[in-house]
């Protein structure tokens, strides 16, 4: 499967936030992994990505670790723009749906979770 370096920063995100959800044992695990496998990626995606910002972006006087970003024309939009849109394969884990048992999910939640679910 697909996914551009914005799309697993905000799949991660999403399955981070819901790290208390009561999934049920195997979908925790399969989750755990898929979490594991996206990081992975996403490591070398934030360290290029904040090469980036130390790049172009002056600091902060007095505010450790922030960045005040450069005007619209400076290159650090279009880098960062290819950034996030370079398309990672990855193989996720899957599931299926009734390993969810009578689980309430939102739908934002039901939406991260699809490329996790398999196909009947």
Same mark, same amino acid.
């Given at each position: ?10 799949? +991660? ?5 819901? !790290? ?7 979908? &925790? *695990? ?6 594991? !496998? ?6 070398? +995606?934030?360290?290029? !990505? ?5 790049? +172009? ?9 922030? *960045? ?5 024309? #400076?290159? +650090? ?5 290819? @950034?996030? #849109? ?7 884990? !899957? ?9 309430? @999910? &939102? ?5 991260? @979770? ?7």
């Amino acid at each position: 499967m697909k996914f551009t370096n914005l799309d697993l920063m905000g799949l +991660y995100n999403t399955l981070i936030e819901q !790290k208390n959800a009561s999934f049920p044992a195997k979908v &925790s *695990f399969i989750i755990a992994q898929n979490e594991k !496998k996206i990081w992975d990626i996403l490591q070398d +995606y934030l360290v290029a !990505k904040n090469q980036a910002i130390e790049k +172009y972006c002056k600091p902060i006087e007095g505010e450790e670790g922030k *960045f005040q970003l450069p005007p619209q024309d #400076s290159p +650090y939009w279009k880098e960062t723009s290819d @950034l996030d #849109s370079i398309e990672n394969e990855i193989e996720l884990r !899957k599931f299926s749906i009734q390993d969810l048992g009578d689980m309430e @999910l &939102s739908l934002e939640l039901m939406n991260v @979770l699809l490329p996790m679910i398999e196909e009947a």
